[in-house]
């Protein structure tokens, strides 16, 4: 099992994601001889998931049953374990897009935190591209190191446990692009400027707070980085159900009908818009938004190595 190359058949050792529903899921590490409880009953790894394909459907001891899936980059970012605050898909996709990374693209990170962003990054720069990601926190690096080695990505990134303000990446001159999440991009612009090759290449830096935002820029210009824009990405989903609205008395449905020749006691016209006119609603289907949303997370602020 890798998170960059999909395995057919789930093995002894694999993380695999439970599905129950889509708001439940969650992450399981199978073992011989291990069980999970689920609130259809027991998964007995041993013979409920090792040697059955991804995507199986499995019957739970209680007569439920749950879907194994192979775990990606976006299901492992919802059921990870939250080691700090992370990034979401949302944020995750203008990233990828913006920094133009692409398979062989060499990326810096900091810090790494629950590591998010880190399988994203690598699945995009797969199978020949590399993510050197740093953390400050030691126990942090050295629980991504271990992610990083079960989930069969540890060749692609390079975990360094220092301090990106006062010690840098560790490279230089390699990096394609340069991302910063940590409360202090601006002292990290001439370690991320070091980084990046010399022909030029991009970097962002995510902050939660706009004086974070204005201080990184003026770092920006300082070292001479272009094309410098901060975005705010919000999400707003919407669904589409049936609306019920009253329709206005204007005094003239009457005439309307009798002079179009409209029997509302001819079957064939039950069904038709009419009909619904002489009960005094119309339906028709609408998106609405829903009443709770996803605000802000952060600004993203991009720009571009100069190369004078």
């Known amino acids: 099992m890798s998170f960059v190359e999909y395995g ?26 291990t069980v999970t409880q ?25 007569g439920g049953w749950v879907f194994i899936l192979h775990p990606t980059p976006e299901l492992w970012t919802m059921n ?14 203008i ?7 692409k ?15 880190s399988h994203a990054l690598i699945r995009t720069v797969a199978p020949t591209g590399h993510l050197y990601t740093v953390e400050f926190h030691q126990q942090r690096a050295e629980k991504a190191r271990e992610e990083f080695r079960e989930h069969g990505v540890e060749h692609l990134v390079t975990v360094t446990n220092q301090d990106v303000c006062k010690n840098g990446f560790g490279v230089s001159n390699i990096a394609d692009a340069v991302f910063l999440d940590i409360p202090s991009p601006w002292e990290a612009i001439g370690h991320a400027k070091s980084a990046l090759k010399p022909e030029g290449g991009r970097i962002c830096s995510f902050s939660p707070c706009i004086e974070q935002v204005q ?3 003026l770092a920006m210009e300082e070292f001479g980085f272009t094309e410098i824009n901060t975005l705010e ?50 339906q028709f289907k609408s998106g609405v938004p829903l009443r709770e949303m996803v605000g802000h997370t952060g600004y993203l602020t991009f720009a571009t190595k100069s190369l004078f």
Not at 106 to 117: D, N, P, Q, R, W
């Open 95 to 101: 990233i990828t897009m913006m920094l133009e990374l």
């Open 8 to 33: 057919d058949t789930i093995k002894d050792g694999d993380t695999a994601i439970v599905f129950l529903g889509h708001e439940s899921m969650f992450p399981v590490k199978v073992q011989h001889g």
């Open 80 to 93: 990870l374990p939250h080691r700090t605050q992370i990034l979401y898909s949302t944020d995750i996709s």
């Open 103 to 117: 398979p062989g693209s060499i990326v810096c990170e900091s810090g790494t935190g629950s590591g998010s962003l």
């Open 38 to 62: 689920t609130k259809y009953g027991v998964i007995r790894h041993s013979t409920d998931l090792i040697g059955k394909k991804y995507g199986s459907k499995v019957t739970c001891s209680k």
């Open 233 to 282: 990405i919000l999400l707003r989903v919407y669904n589409v159900r049936t609306i019920s609205l009253q329709i206005p008395d204007l005094g003239e449905a009457a005439e309307d009908n009798s002079s179009t020749g409209f029997d509302s006691s001819n079957p064939s016209n039950q069904g038709s818009p009419c009909a619904n006119l002489q009960q005094g609603t119309v």
């Open 215 to 217: 201080r990184t820029c």
